[in-house]
């Protein structure tokens, strides 16, 4: 019985995978196991050829929903499940986060409570702070996630990739989050960092990518609120605009999206939202 309740978990989850799109992480196993249950022969295939045919095995699916005129009815079905399965894990995470902290060590309150904050208080503060870097984590994961889907709907034959980094040794790599045929996409939820270094290697990946003859194109679809992560955003912005890149920000970056899929990502996800909070008033 644990046995089968195993293999059902193991199989559960790897096809949550065939909606996340990222069957570069697993392992040969694994990717096995998600082959099997796409019908895919894997006898004889290494790792590389098995994530060619899968992702061969959503384009087709893609074609065939642009042939019956149902590609929007399967983009909007991979999202709001994309969006079930990233709510259910967040929520455990904090579930378990908070069960954790029943057993802390609060000494620490002490210094709280000589700042002027109260037990109550401090307790709040560390329960939030704890569980809000899932929240962080998760939004910015999901929202890049389903801006990738609408790219991959549009240009099914472009999607992630790595170029070598030629002007230094770290890193070895940079990623790009969609090839859209010459343009490199990076998406980004929002990017509120204050960190000087971050334009060093921004400037060092734009150019890097341009070397390689793509067009940088940097789409984030909400802006920093501090004075400090504004200006690192406005440096950025000049950095892309001499290679001769694209910057998006904000309403830009949804209408940037909408654009060239064809897909409004920010009304699918609006209703999704609606959905949720009638949900929770039925309950």
């Avoid at 065939?18 to 796409?38: F, G, Q, T």
């Avoid at 079930?84 to 802390?104: F, H, P, Q």
């Avoid at 996630?145 to 890193?171: H, I």
């Avoid at 940088?216 to 200006?231: D, L």
């Amino acid at each position: 019985m644990v046995l089968v309740l195993a293999i059902t978990h193991i199989n559960q989850k790897l096809l949550n995978l065939e909606i996340y799109m990222k069957v570069e992480r697993l392992k040969k196993a694994e990717l096995d196991e998600y082959c099997k249950i796409l019908s895919i022969e894997t006898k004889g295939k290494n790792k590389i050829d098995l994530i060619s045919e899968v992702y061969s095995h959503h384009r087709a699916e893609i074609d065939r929903a642009i042939k019956t005129g149902n590609c929007l009815d399967l983009l909007k079905l991979k999202i709001n499940n994309l969006a079930d399965e990233y709510a259910n894990n967040l929520r455990e995470k904090i579930d378990n986060r908070r069960e954790e902290m029943k057993a802390d060590d609060n000494s620490h309150y002490l210094i709280y409570k000589v700042l002027g904050i109260s037990k109550n208080e401090g307790s709040l503060i560390d329960e939030y702070q704890n569980t809000g870097r899932f929240l962080y984590k998760y939004a910015g994961s999901f929202l890049e996630e389903s801006a990738s889907l609408c790219l991959f709907f549009a240009n099914n034959k472009g999607g992630k990739t790595t170029v070598e980094n030629t002007e230094g040794k770290k890193p070895k790599k940079f990623e790009i989050d969609f090839l859209n045929n010459n343009d490199a996409v990076e998406l980004k939820w929002r990017d509120a960092t204050t960190d000087g270094d971050h334009i060093t290697k921004e400037h060092t990946r734009v150019k890097v990518i341009e070397g390689y003859g793509y067009k940088p194109v940097r789409v984030m679809f909400y802006y920093p609120q501090r004075e400090q992560a504004i200006k690192i955003q406005e440096t950025l912005k000049t950095i892309y605009s001499g290679v001769n890149g694209e910057y998006y920000a904000g309403d830009e970056a949804w209408n940037y999206l909408t654009k060239i899929t064809g897909y409004n990502l920010k009304l699918i996800l609006t209703e999704i939202a609606k959905r949720r909070n009638n949900e929770t008033e039925d309950n």
